[in-house]
T-cell receptor, first 115, second 111 residues
Framework: DAMVIQNPRYQVTQFGKPVTLSCSQT?????MYWYQQKSSQAPKLLFH???????NEADTPDNFQSRRPNTSFCFLDIRSPGLGDAAMYLC??????????????FGPGTRLTVL | RKEVEQDPGPFNVPEGATVAFNCTYS??????FFWYRQDCRKEPKLLMS???SGNEDGRFTAQLNRASQYISLLIRDSKLSDSATYLC????????????FGDGTTLTVKP
């Protein structure tokens, strides 16, 4: 009965080799988020979708892209991973209540290693 | 100044102790507030939403002070299983959909 699923759980890639992380949800939530979390740091929001509307954070590098082909799926593409991109990538969903943003449900994360 | 600031910690307490965490936020337009718990190498999970009137869930009590722009989390009768990082999360309606996380406070409960 997993609600937010991320695949793969662990991803190893080489420096500069593109990688795609996936997230799917069974909650039918409007909003999907991608966060990057490094050791002992807070999750850092990269971008989020409100339905089909894409919202990029100002400090998210161009190296990071996202796609949301439908309500259930969202992808994070890292075009040319660098060593500094090694981190846990967390997907989350939320269902706004009116104009108030409600709690977020997180997937288990994908731990990315860059060699 | 960070948008959301938490007690730096770490907090090391014995079992049975009462411990309190504070969190301040800078955006006065913030609308909703949460405490999440994150275990080592796991995803954050919602612990409590924080309401203006304050709320309690068993050993956990959360309070919000809008005038002073801070929220707090009180844990009574600490258990070993409470050891985790506690994240303060603030949502500002004016930043549609964006949640701002504090850096987290790490709690270790020792026997």
């Amino acid at each position: 009965d997993a609600m937010v699923i991320q695949n793969p759980r662990y991803q190893v890639t080489q420096f500069g080799k593109p990688v795609t992380l996936s997230c799917s949800q069974t909650l039918n939530h409007n909003v999907m988020y991608w966060y990057q979390q490094k050791s002992s740091q807070a999750p850092k929001l990269l971008f989020h979708y409100y339905d089909k509307d894409f919202n990029n954070e100002a400090d998210t590098p161009d190296n990071f892209q996202s796609r949301r082909p439908n309500t259930s799926f969202c992808f994070l593409d890292i075009r040319s991973p660098g060593l500094g991109d090694a981190a846990m990538y967390l997907c989350a969903t939320s269902r706004p209540l009116g104009r108030t943003y409600n709690e977020q449900f997180f997937g288990p994360g994908t731990r990315l290693t860059v060699l | 100044r960070k948008e959301v600031e938490q007690d730096p910690g770490p907090f090391n307490v014995p079992e049975g102790a009462t411990v309190a965490f504070n969190c301040t936020y800078s955006n006065s337009a913030s609308q909703s507030f949460f405490w999440y718990r994150q275990d080592c190498r796991k995803e954050p999970k919602l612990l409590m939403s924080v309401y203006s009137s304050g709320n309690e869930d068993g050993r956990f009590t959360a309070q919000l002070n809008r005038a002073s722009q801070y929220i707090s989390l009180l844990i009574r009768d600490s258990k070993l299983s409470d050891s985790a990082t506690y994240l303060c999360v603030v949502n500002a309606d004016t930043n549609a959909g964006k949640s701002t996380f504090g850096d987290g406070t790490t709690l270790t409960v020792k026997p």
